[in-house]
């Protein structure tokens, strides 16, 4: 079994309504460890988004908007399309100035996410535990760290991502908190910090 079907076992054993794990691996290329990077930003940063929503009031519903907007959008990019079409909704009425039918629904939306976030957070905690870790290197490779620059300096996303598959393979003795760092700057979309970063390394 390779580590996508262990994976989608993981995934039929928990049965989380609403979110198209498939669909989500598919928008980051078939990555499975890429999309689990974004699942884990997701569930350590709902929560506060969900805490904004919670304050609801009449004189708020613009601020409200855009909110659920953002909401809207991270459901979506992690294939979580049942909260994501939630999200659309209240986004519309709120828009709309319809108080009644946004106040209506927000709880049930934040109870929603908020469901989901505890069953994203239990398969990422499911996935880990057979992940295993790599081989050991002392420190990340020289080398690919100056691939990574000169590829972030050039926006070559392609590259970037490769480079950072083979860093990942490794456990570092030192240094392994730069790999982290970068991969989030890359699921992030952050290359200039990753350029300037970089140059103060290399």
Known sequence: MDE???ILAIFAGLGIEGFDLEEGIARFGGNPGLFFKVLKT???????????LAGLTEEGLEDYAIEVHGIKGSCYGISANKAGDMARELELS???GDYERTVSGNAVLIEAVNVLAGKLRELLAEVEKGSGKGPQRQSPDKALLEDMFWASRDFDIDRMQEVLNELERFEYEKD?????WLSDQVTSFNYGKIEERLATIL
């Open 176 to 180: 392994g908190d730069l790999v982290k």
């Open 94 to 96: 709120a828009k709309a």
């Open 42 to 52: 997701f569930v350590d940063s709902i929560g506060g988004h969900l805490d904004k």
């Open 4 to 6: 996508k079907d262990r």
